[in-house]
């Protein structure tokens, strides 16, 4: 049921908090600390590469959660769109192990990459947020999401929740290999439930920013670099499919490799600085854009800011920022098609699950 909200979307925004506590109390063990199965810490451990296969928002999950796994277990990690994976099948490792990321677990395109890869033998595990779903019965292993159902065809909680368990993956998997990551994960999600409390009730100016830069334009762009593109790519999806606005996600220095001619006066361009190391040059292709008439909306961390920027996102971990600065995007995807009069629980030509090839 919805309530009080005008839409389950919304809703399932402001849930998210309330998700990431609920995944960090599954996951926690008697000590404190976090773990999962250990026949699917085993299988990790076994594994020499890891193989993603997902669609859609949950692929865009597994390009993040690629980043955590290499970057603390040190594990390598591809991510393969479902649909793709049939032709375009990469050269596979020895000893592979195959990650099917799906909120529903029915995605056709993904079940028939497992068919395929349990033919070849090898392992696999499903991260889902419906239990007993197809994934997840024909995998070996299944990890759940915890994020309650999710109602609004656009997916929004479950992404989240994807990053969560991913990044649980990827410390457990460290953990395993006698790695140190450096940091207390379950302190560091109890912060990320706190940044998307305060962001949840930032609606008032996410509805003016929507108000401001979507509310009449064609098309609109997103671009960032490191994790911050993978989430731009997320933020473009989340506004094409309930706003109709043409929107692409792009890695900020590809632009002047052919996208740049299409920025027009006043084109908005959504701009994501949270990570240090890349804060100088994301800024540069903000003036870039800018000096071509764009009308740029930059939204950086508190540390990384400048006067320019139009929104501040609290601080979290480095790893975990995607987490959080999905949801500024989901607002303003909301709120664009809410202005633009769009039915945004059910948007056109979509289907919450997609269970055909
Ligand atoms: C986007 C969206 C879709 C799904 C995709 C995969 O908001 O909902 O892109 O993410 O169809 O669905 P699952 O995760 O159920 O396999």
């Known amino acids: 049921e919805k309530g009080t909200y ?7 925004i402001d849930e998210q908090p309330l998700v990431m506590r609920k995944i960090i ?3 926690q063990d008697k000590n404190g600390g976090l773990s999962i199965d250990s026949e699917i810490v085993e299988a990790i451990t076994a594994a020499d590469r890891v193989y993603i296969i997902a669609a859609g928002t949950s692929y865009h999950a597994g390009l ?5 796994i290499e970057k603390l277990a040190g594990i390598p990690v591809e991510v393969h769109i479902s649909s793709e994976f049939g032709y375009n ?69 479950a992404y989240t929740a994807q990053l969560a368990v991913l990044a649980i993956v990827a410390e457990v998997s460290a953990k395993s290999r006698g790695r140190e990551i450096g940091f207390d994960l379950v302190q560091e999600l109890g912060i990320v439930a706190n940044a998307m409390e305060a962001l949840c009730d930032s609606k008032e100016i996410m509805e003016h920013i ?41 890695a900020g220095g590809e632009l002047k490799h052919g996208t740049i001619a299409l920025i027009e006066e006043g084109t908005p361009v959504i701009a994501l600085a949270t990570q240090e190391n890349v804060n100088l040059s994301i800024r540069g292709n903000v ?24 929104f501040v996102l609290p601080v979290v971990h480095e790893q975990l920022t995607p987490l959080i ?18 039915d945004v ?7 919450k699950s997609v269970t055909v090839e």
């Open 287 to 310: 003036k870039e854009v800018a000096a071509r008439g764009a009308n740029p909306c930059i939204i950086s961390m508190k540390g990384l800011e400048t006067d320019e920027d139009t």
């Open 64 to 68: 993040v959660g690629k980043q955590m």
């Open 89 to 157: 099948m990469p050269i596979l490792s020895e000893k592979p192990l195959f990650v099917f990321i799906s909120q529903s677990g029915e995605t056709a395109d993904s079940r028939a990459v497992l068919v395929q890869v349990k033919e070849m033998g090898y392992p696999a595990l499903t991260i889902t947020n419906v239990p007993g779903s197809t994934l997840s019965r024909e995998a070996d292993y299944t990890l759940l999401l915890h994020a309650g159902p999710e109602i609004a065809v656009a997916s929004t909680k």
């Open 25 to 27: 109390q599954k996951y």
């Open 345 to 351: 629980d059910k948007p056109r030509n979509l289907a």
């Open 325 to 342: 600065s999905v949801i500024p995007l989901q607002l303003l995807a909301y709120y664009a098609a809410l202005h633009r009069d769009c």
């Open 6 to 12: 005008p839409h389950y979307m919304l809703k399932e």
């Open 210 to 250: 929507a108000r401001e830069f979507l509310t009449v334009t064609r098309n609109a762009f997103f671009i960032g670099r490191a994790v911050d593109y993978y989430v731009c790519l997320e933020g473009a999806l989340k506004l094409k499919e309930i706003s109709y606005i043409q929107a692409e996600g792009f």
